[in-house]
């Protein structure tokens, strides 16, 4: 059987309409399961423990990208398959794994298409999608071997794992065994508000191991765009990979 996680704020009267189509279509396509609703009052990491200890076929999160940052944790290293409905923003995430959203990703939940995917992990934490840091003087200890460091003209260090970030260009891999690190620089202005030619390059390096300094103007780092986490702070790949059903307009 299915198990179904609806996030807390999906508590919200304007998703009813949204959720009624999702259990309706459920219900069509053979793949019911239990529905557990999420609450501020309950403790979420017993609650979701209690849910896996079901063995459930796959264990289907119904949310948006930080309802699958919470559920990370918790499952990375079980043998579980996560599914995901994607309701509200944002739902980067999914869309990166080909799933539309609302009642449209229970097709893709049903074909049950299961991949394996990196994880990275910091400080112990794993993350799905990306690590950034910001800042002047921001610096990252690459491999062990040399160092990476913000300068005046660059906008943030990002270690990626997942997609660059939303509406972009760059897609990654997330079977390859690595994570891919990217010093961005600054879009440029000139007085007109036109963009100019940025004076620095993009640069992008290959990494699995991977250390952020701290620095006078900058002591954090923005954890899969919403977790905040300090540094200093150290950026690995996983061990183990995440079994997610995708569907086939995914981006890797």
């Not at 995917?117 to 062990?144: H, P, R, T, Y």
């Not at 660059?164 to 010093?183: H, Y």
């Amino acid at each position: 059987m299915y198990q179904y996680i609806y996030d807390h704020y999906l508590g919200n009267k304007k998703y009813d309409k949204i959720l009624a189509k999702i259990e309706a279509r459920i219900i069509d396509l053979g793949i019911q399961g239990k529905i557990n609703k999420i609450t501020l009052l309950k403790n979420f990491e017993t609650y979701v423990n209690e849910i896996i200890a079901k063995q459930p076929e796959a264990l289907v999160v119904v949310g948006n990208d930080e309802t699958v940052s919470k559920i990370l944790n918790i499952i990375a290293e079980k043998e579980i398959v996560l599914g995901i409905i994607p309701v509200g923003e944002p739902n980067t995430i999914a869309g990166y794994f080909g799933i539309p959203k609302e009642e449209a990703a229970c097709e893709i939940v049903s074909a049950r298409k299961i991949k394996e995917i990196d994880l990275g992990k910091i400080n112990g934490q794993f993350f799905m999608s990306s690590v950034e840091v910001f800042g002047e003087g921001a610096a990252v200890i690459c491999n062990n071997k040399f160092e990476v460091r913000a300068l005046k003209d660059t906008e943030k260090i990002g270690i990626y794992n997942l997609c660059f970030e939303a509406g972009s260009t760059k897609i990654f891999n997330p079977q390859d065994g690595q994570l891919e690190l990217i010093s961005l620089p600054k879009e440029q202005k000139s007085f007109w508000g036109l963009k100019k030619q940025k004076q620095l390059s993009e640069s992008l390096i290959k990494v699995k191991k991977a250390k952020i300094l701290s620095s006078p103007n900058s002591n954090s780092v923005l954890v899969d765009g919403h977790k905040i986490m300090k540094t200093p702070a150290e950026v690995t790949l996983g061990e183990k990979k995440l079994r997610v059903i995708v569907g086939s307009e995914r981006k890797f």
